[in-house]
């Protein structure tokens, strides 16, 4: 066998692996989300019902679609904001020339190092003295903060591979900064801004700690505190309707990442900036 083959061979069987890994903790949650016995490998009956998600959804007490609402909510509203203010500053750092300029992400990056439960305590004493604790600015403003970092380096990133002759040219025509940044910068850097956007999303719609700590109720708190607080009516641990609140809970990320992820791959085949 030649060698080129067994490294094909080999390079199948890592890929197939490596998938295998990654997909077998959601399969088993859709096959206990689907099973009328959590427990059906000790006691050997599996019975397919679609009982758990008919619970999930119908009893008001699990309060499902009202943890999926504020989920998507709080995380819309924060990764857009991120995303707009990463991209005006990243246009400010790559653009314009001023003292400490390349100061501004090192500073959000070292901020965004701290433990997010070395600032939890402050910030619950904050929002007490807002009265903003079980709403959503509770969780909004926090989210932004956690996100711009990762966003602004992303898109000062993708602001760089554009040649700045493009902003010459357009200032030269009459064009101001602002509509530079809205007509050129922001098409020709469409994968960087999604790619932001999504990773915003990912963070703020699974973010748990201060989810917990600054809401109450189902009024405000978010889906992954919701479902891991989820019991049953006696106390018991209801694994196939948190299994089947989960299966619910992913389907908005996978068609939002879906959509997203087109914009992506065409930005990507569309070819780099000619300088």
Not at 8 to 36: E, H, Q
Not at 173 to 190: E, M, N, W
């Amino acid at each position: 066998m030649k060698e080129k083959h067994i490294i094909l061979i080999l390079k199948t069987i890592g890929a197939v692996s490596l998938a295998l890994f990654c997909l077998f903790p959601f399969a088993w949650m859709i096959i206990i989300s689907l099973s009328g016995n959590a427990d059906f490998l000790t006691e050997g009956d599996l019975q397919f019902t679609f009982k758990n998600y008919f619970e999930v959804i119908t009893y008001e007490s699990a309060h499902l679609l009202d943890y999926l609402r504020n989920s998507l909510v709080i995380s819309l509203t924060a990764s857009v904001s991120a995303t707009l203010f990463a991209g005006l500053s990243a246009y400010s750092v790559s653009r314009l020339k001023f003292k400490g300029r390349i100061l501004i992400p090192l500073l959000l990056l070292g901020i965004s190092m701290f433990p997010q439960i070395s600032i939890v305590g402050y910030l619950f004493e904050m929002m007490v003295n807002f009265g903003w604790i079980n709403t959503y600015p509770a969780l909004i403003f926090p989210y932004i903060t956690l996100t711009l970092p990762l966003a602004l380096w992303i898109m000062i990133s993708y602001f760089e591979q554009v040649t700045k002759e493009l902003d010459e040219a357009a200032l030269a025509d009459g064009a101001t900064r602002l509509q530079v940044f809205y007509k050129i910068i922001i098409p020709v850097s469409l994968p960087g801004l999604a790619t932001s956007f999504i990773l915003s999303f990912i963070f703020c719609f699974n973010e748990f700690l201060f989810s917990l700590m600054l809401t109450i109720d189902h009024n405000a708190r978010t889906i992954p505190v919701g479902i891991a607080l989820f019991e049953g009516l006696h106390g018991q641990v209801p694994w196939g309707q948190i299994m089947a609140s989960s299966v619910i809970a992913i389907i908005p990320v996978l068609f939002l990442i879906a959509f997203f992820q087109r914009y992506i791959i065409g930005g990507l085949t569309r070819g780099s900036v000619k300088g």
